[in-house]
């Protein structure tokens, strides 16, 4: 039975839910509501886990409940815990560096200055693991200053207009994520990487 571990990063509590650092939460949760599974609290985890299958695999969500920046303490539960092998793990993520609707799938890399991608390298002492990463598009300016208004931008709210466009993207990831255990992973990192919001 293959195994497919898909870990989400958020923050956790409702005052978080809709903002642009939690589009991994948003994801996730899309999908396991279409394979009518809910998500439960597991605190060995650290995480609220779902769990179900697609043809022969298993699939195992996480929403990881530490906070985005200690994110790493969740992964590394998760992977303790299942014993798996870090090929087994995908990382869904935003990321304000990418135009809105931008997809990238890597399997390895940086942080790029994410703060929850940088607390899973340190935790796991290692950049080699699959991450998905959506883009938020950047920051506005702050008025009359030459600095960007990071923190406002992710944890801000999605708007409507960038909901519409997240639509397509979470659709487009989660026939992707479904289709793992049946296509080859490179034809999907190019499935990814090549998707243009405008043309969907």
Known sequence: MN???LIGLGNPGKKYSKSRHNIGFLLLEKLSKKHN???LLKDKLKSSCSEFKINDSIYRLFLPNTFMN???DAVRAIVEWYKINLDQIFIIVDDKDLPLGKIRFRKKGSSGGHNGLKSIIERLQ???FKRIR???GSPPLIKGKNNFNTISHVLGNISPG???ILNKVYKRVIESLEQLNTKKEEYIINELNSFNKVQS
Do not use: M
Request: no cysteine; net charge negative; aromatic share 12%.
């Open 162 to 164: 960038e909901k519409s």
């Open 134 to 136: 959506i883009g938020i």
């Open 126 to 128: 290692t950049e080699n």
């Open 37 to 39: 599974s809910n998500f």
């Open 70 to 72: 200690n994110s790493g």
């Open 3 to 5: 195994e497919i571990y």
